[in-house]
């Protein structure tokens, strides 16, 4: 299994990163020789769909009480923006 | 008189006797910081101001306060939130940023009375096993200025070697705790997944992070682990079940205790320099009446393939929250939503966690999610039931940390993304298992490098754990071996 160019542009495209065409060659490279290391996992004989697929936390996890707790302050989250007006984040047009 | 290699036990011992005051101990160390971190670059953060404020304080009430942590210096691992103090996580992406909150594991050291010295330094996101994919630049290791402290805690692991912290704060997703104090010679502790709350942890790879510590010993890893671990309601995989009196079990007698030695960690991978130390080590457990125990971990080769899917995965999900909107850092290159998102994400990440965000979005993309991502979760759960059988004939497993010592700083020359996977070959089980497990130092290489062992325990069972890694450390003196750098903060 190998990635294509095109596959590339389309996992940057997924993954929301900007790929430029210089980068494009190098990273195809790189992530082919990852893939060729976990594509170990398929060799394995004993592994098959009978195995389960089970998250391996050694306890359960648990949902807390539905309960309002401490609240940040809202005029101190948009702050922490790189661009905020009062409480409000600016970012550029969404909807044309 | 203060020792920069004081126990958490030898200092508050002196902070009671007051040979010092918590003020001189808080400057003893921040000095020692200012003068190492420009060499071995272990500290992102240095809080001097606010150490020394929160020493005077600590000062004026120390007969009041019945905490055995109160007026004792630490530093967090830079993926600790703490509250309106920069919290980068070794990234560009989070270089300004200033939480609102403390992480809970910050919080309940402050209420403890411990005073935060600083932040240190990590590889970017946790991504990495020798500190070099920070964005502040390399760590280096304390024994050798040419050679990795190992990652991600290298800074936290760099800077207990040297002596400028008692202990550090540390995460540990694939052996980012364990593989850095063993090429450090300190030790160091993950607990069992679930242990230790992860709120204000900054996420990498949700089903495996565990936070942990970076101590001198076994005994203050103890004492870290009965002020720091337990339940909170705040994270929804924290585990509430009783913890141990860590402390006390320590000196536990080991007669009859069972320590399993699997045979596919001492293969053709292990340096041989590592096999000998761990030989020297199987024989003082035997003289201290231990039964060791041949057992099999047949899959644990497959175990790092299984990981380099399932954490990228986890990570390409975790860490679409770095958009440029809301935190963190943002381009100026942008016309649109679109590209506001992109050329953020490009700009702001390094080369090592994009690679790992866009293997993590391949491995769960359509058409690959059943190849890659469910075989890799069919894997770790063979790997989880290699560990129940080996737990149904041993009490604790015993093995190498690492398969070789601490190797050349050389980030230029590591062109293959692949080539530094096997150094964890050894700890990524752990992980996978979500098992509790410590390296502790068993001796050196030629040289001169420091060697980890590495001890892992039953889901839970830290006390068992401690008790036998502390019960080597009585019978041993690598522990106590420091590097020669450390002279050079003390002039």
């Not at chain 2, 495996?208 to 009965?226: I, K, P, S, Y």
């Not at chain 2, 702001?348 to 769960?364: D, M, Q, S, W």
């Not at chain 2, 093995?399 to 700083?409: D, I, K, N, V, W």
Request: proline share 5%; net charge neutral; charged share 25%.
């Amino acid at each position: 299994m190998t990635i294509t160019r095109k596959e590339i542009l389309k996992l940057g495209d997924l993954a929301k990163i900007e790929i430029s065409e210089k980068d494009v060659e190098e990273l195809q490279k790189q992530l082919n020789k990852i893939l060729k290391f976990v594509d170990k996992i398929n060799e394995q004989p004993l592994i098959n769909n009978q195995n389960s697929i089970e998250v391996s936390a050694p306890h359960k996890s648990r949902l807390r009480p539905d309960e309002i707790t401490e609240n940040l302050d809202r005029l101190s989250i948009s702050k922490n923006s790189p661009n905020s007006s009062e409480s409000l984040i600016t970012v550029p047009l969404v909807i044309e | 008189m203060i020792t920069p290699t004081d126990s958490l036990s030898d200092i508050k011992k002196g902070l009671d006797n007051k040979s010092f005051s918590c003020k001189e101990l808080t400057k003893f160390f921040l000095d020692r910081i200012e003068k190492a971190n420009k060499k071995i670059n272990c500290f992102i953060t240095v809080c001097r101001e606010s150490a020394l404020k929160e020493a005077e304080k600590a000062d004026l009430k120390s007969n009041s306060v019945p905490s055995p942590f109160a007026g004792i210096p630490y530093a967090n691992k830079d993926i600790f939130c703490t509250s309106q103090i920069r919290t980068t996580c070794g990234s560009k992406m989070l270089e300004n940023f200033l939480p609102l909150y403390d992480a809970e594991i910050v919080r309940r050291a402050k209420n403890l009375g411990l005073i935060m010295l600083g932040k240190t330094n990590m590889d970017e996101f946790a991504m990495g096993s020798t500190n070099e994919t920070s964005f502040f630049g390399a760590v280096k290791n304390p024994w050798d200025l040419t050679k990795v402290p190992g990652g991600s805690s290298g800074g936290s692991a760099a800077a207990v070697a040297a002596g400028l912290v008692p202990f550090a704060t540390g995460s540990d997703t694939g052996g980012s705790i364990r593989q850095p104090a063993a090429l450090c010679g300190i030790t160091g502790l993950k607990p069992t997944y679930g242990r230790i709350s992860r709120f204000g942890m900054i996420a990498f790879a949700s089903s495996l992070d565990q936070a942990g510590f970076l101590t001198r010993n076994v005994e203050d890893c103890a004492l870290c682990m009965e002020f720091l671990s337990g339940f909170d309601p705040k994270d929804s995989t924290s585990a509430n079940i009783p913890k141990g009196d860590y402390s006390s079990e320590l000196y536990a007698k080991l007669e009859g205790k069972k320590i399993g030695i699997p045979k596919e960690y001492f293969d053709g991978n292990l340096d041989s320099e590592i096999g000998h130390c761990l030989a020297e080590a199987k024989d003082i457990f035997s003289k201290l009446g231990c039964v060791l125990v041949d057992i099999e971990l047949p899959n644990t080769e497959m175990a790092i393939a299984a990981y380099y899917i399932i954490a990228p995965a986890e990570c390409s999900s975790n860490l679409a929250r770095f958009d440029g909107v809301r935190y963190g850092f943002r381009s100026i290159n942008s016309n649109d939503i679109d590209s506001l998102y992109k050329n953020t994400r490009n700009e702001g990440f390094g080369t090592e966690v994009k690679r790992r965000i866009l293997i993590g979005t391949y491995a769960l993309s359509s058409g690959y999610y059943d190849k890659y991502y469910e075989q890799a979760q069919r894997v770790r759960s063979v790997l989880k039931n290699d560990f129940n059988q080996a737990f149904k004939k041993v009490d604790v497993i015993l093995g190498p940390t690492t398969p070789s010592t601490a190797f050349p700083l050389n980030k230029e020359a590591r062109n293959d993304p692949t080539e530094l996977y096997s150094s964890d070959l050894y700890t990524i089980p752990v992980n996978l298992a979500g098992l509790p497990a410590i390296s502790i130092p068993a001796g050196f290489g030629k040289k001169e490098l420091p060697i980890g062992m590495q001890l892992i325990g039953q889901a839970f069972n830290e006390r068992v754990l401690l008790n036998v890694a502390h019960q080597f450390q009585l019978h041993s003196e690598w522990h106590y071996q420091i590097p020669k750098f450390n002279e050079s903060c003390d002039e």
